[in-house]
């Protein structure tokens, strides 16, 4: 049953925590380090809705926990695929998303970069639907508003 779950739900979760913090080898190792920790809470488990959302909240917890230990995370593990201006963008979108406050950044991130449903964020985060709808939309204005001021800005000058 967990050999199952894992082999169906890591990738998604690798995804999540890379996201997160843009390097493959952290990731990997918070990823790693959820499954780790659902093993070690199944039994407490109530399964009280889906195991995926409690996994995204376990693998949510362990990157507040990384990023509370203030420890840097390299911004040069780049998919090596693609132009050198898909790359750019992937870093700008990457940088964007990371200034946004942490409950707005998180429910960004479920919603576009996991494809999860409103009532799946909900869920996770533990809030409202309603609350998980504003929060998504509030980050894509606080998003569209950065894609107008500074980095916009740049990208506009770049293309002149």
Do not use: W
Request: hydrophobic share 35%.
């Amino acid at each position: 049953m967990l050999e199952r779950m894992i082999r169906k739900y890591y990738d998604e979760i690798f995804l999540y925590c890379y996201h997160h913090v843009g390097s493959r080898t952290v990731a990997e190792d918070l990823c790693q380090d959820t499954f780790v920790s659902f093993i070690e809470h199944y039994e407490e488990y109530r399964h009280i809705g889906k195991a995926k959302n409690y996994l995204y909240t376990i693998a949510g917890n362990k990157c507040k926990d990384f990023y509370r230990k203030k420890v840097p995370v390299p911004m040069d593990e780049l998919p090596e695929q693609g132009t050198g201006e898909c790359l750019e963008e992937l870093v700008v979108i990457r940088q964007m998303v990371s200034a946004l406050p942490e409950e707005l950044r998180e429910a960004v991130m479920l919603r576009y970069f996991q494809n999860l449903k409103y009532v799946d964020i909900a869920s996770i985060l533990k809030i409202s639907l309603s609350m998980a709808k504003y929060r998504v939309k509030k980050g894509v204005e606080q998003l569209s508003e950065m894609e107008g001021g500074t980095y916009g800005t740049k990208r506009k000058r770049e293309k002149n």
